[in-house]
């Protein structure tokens, strides 16, 4: 089955194969036999970061997500004053296109005593015409906040709720006003979402994407919201957050994932998080303010790191997703690849040192293969020799170690060359910034 797409290069890659292949168990099947519902697909959008955004900026971004065949953003939100300016805008643009908005608020920011303000929030924006409705109630989520309100409270002060809180599966018991979760954590199985699953009962799931937890935790994992591709390097002087989770296979597989678990909605995190490298949304060379931090803040890792490609990826999985297949039609054959700049050995003139967990990721360059018949993806890593893997039709995840230089990627067929590129970006073991994140770009025909 699907475990076929998934060539085993190294362990990690068996694993995740070996166990997407196991039957599903019987706790799957009440989750299973929603398969029939409607799915949505969100992106996580972090408001606190756009103050700078026009409602023409929030267009932009919303047409290259519908393009992708997301349904809506997930509007996290604090408490920032310019919240009703931006707030605005994102409700009016994506009435203008038809697209779906709903509000996640974001509970470092929120409090026990927020009930009526959250229930203000929901009157005011639940109302707009493109707010998120499932069942005939409003949308609404959070990041953290397990049972600071009670969703109960905030609808009786508001309007009906479809409430999926972003919440530990230790908390559903005695829960009041919840139809839903949303599980922010996971990991490199699917044994996190089957937990989750049972746990949720009758409530519908909402599944995270693009990342699982990784396998190699660091000491700091538990307490840290988790990302795809996660890496983030703040020094003392700034929010002092200096660290990575290990993402090197981790997106093609959780797309995988979300076609096994087939659950009500996916939220992929996220859209715009330039701080912790999550990010699938363009970049903002004209507007770097929206990089949170400064001169020494995300604007260090993620100028030039566009993750655009990852969108290519995500596109056929999500439709697979909505048509309930069991893996995603590939129509138009393209390489995907992404790389670190740099050799996680290399040595930079940087005052914050390598983020912790950086030993974890190998110094390896990655194509996602998308392919409608059987070919060969080639990579040729700085002077490293080709490396040349084989790959069946369909999506596939490959790899081969970096060296410094250019980075060239070819799909062959048959002896001959289907299409070639060269990356957009050397790897470098020169460096000023200690930068983990990945660059990301497409070669096509
Ligand atoms: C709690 O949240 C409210 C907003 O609902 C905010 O005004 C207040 O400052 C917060 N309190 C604390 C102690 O953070
Ligand atoms: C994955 O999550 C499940 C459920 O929380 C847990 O039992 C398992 O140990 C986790 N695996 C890893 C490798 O962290």
Redesign the pocket.
């Known amino acids: 089955m699907r475990c076929s797409l998934f060539t085993s290069l190294v362990s990690l890659a068996t694993i995740a194969a070996s166990v997407m292949s196991a039957s599903v168990p019987a706790a799957w099947e009440a989750a299973l036999n929603k398969r029939d519902e409607p799915k949505y697909v969100f992106a996580h959008f972090i408001v606190g970061i756009v103050a700078s955004y026009t409602q023409a900026d929030w267009t932009a971004d919303m047409q290259l997500a519908q393009a992708t065949g997301i349904d809506g953003f997930a509007l996290n939100i604090g408490?920032d004053s310019y919240n009703p300016t931006q707030l605005g805008y994102a409700y009016a643009a994506a009435e203008a296109l038809g697209f779906k908005v709903f509000l996640s608020f974001d509970f470092s920011?929120?409090?026990?005593?927020?009930?009526?303000?959250?229930a203000g929030y929901i009157s005011t924006y639940g109302a707009l015409p493109a707010q998120f409705m499932y069942n005939g109630d409003v949308f609404v989520s959070t990041f953290n906040g397990d049972g600071v309100v009670d969703w109960a409270a905030v609808a009786a002060q508001s309007q009906a709720l479809f409430a999926c809180p972003n919440w530990q599966a230790a908390s559903f018991a005695g829960a009041s006003g919840l139809s839903c979760g949303f599980n922010w954590n996971g990991n490199m199985t699917t044994a996190g979402d089957e937990y989750y699953l049972q746990e949720l009962g009758s409530l519908a799931y909402m599944m995270r994407t693009l990342s699982p937890k990784a396998l190699r935790l660091t000491s700091n994992a538990a307490h840290t919201a988790v990302s795809p591709w996660f890496s983030t390097h703040y020094g003392p002087a700034s929010y002092n957050k200096n660290w990575i989770f290990y993402s090197d296979w981790l997106f093609q597989p959780r797309w995988e994932q979300v076609l096994q678990l087939a659950p009500a909605f996916v939220e992929i995190v996220t859209w715009n998080d330039f701080g912790e490298s999550h990010y699938i949304g363009p970049l903002h060379p004209d507007d770097p303010e929206v990089y949170a931090g400064g001169a020494t803040g995300a604007v260090q890792w993620v100028t030039g790191m566009p993750h655009d490609a990852w969108r290519d990826v995500a596109a056929p999985y999500i439709a697979a997703y909505k048509a309930g297949a069991a893996a995603p039609t590939v129509t138009t054959e393209e390489l995907v690849y992404y790389y670190r700049p740099t050799p996680k050995g290399a040595t930079c003139t940087d005052a914050v040192p390598q983020p912790t967990g950086y030993e974890d990721d190998d110094d390896l360059v990655f194509v996602i293969a998308m392919t409608t018949s059987d070919a060969t993806v080639e990579i040729t890593s700085g002077s490293n020799a080709v490396v040349s893997i084989d790959v069946p039709a369909g999506i596939t995840t490959v790899s081969a170690p970096m060296a410094v230089g250019s980075q060239t990627f070819a799909l062959t067929r048959g002896g001959a060359t289907v299409m070639t590129g060269t990356g957009g970006l050397q790897v470098s073991d020169s460096c000023t910034v200690y930068n983990f994140n990945a660059y990301t770009g497409t070669v096509t025909a």
């Open positions: 408490t920011y929120w409090n026990a005593s927020s009930t009526a303000d959250i």
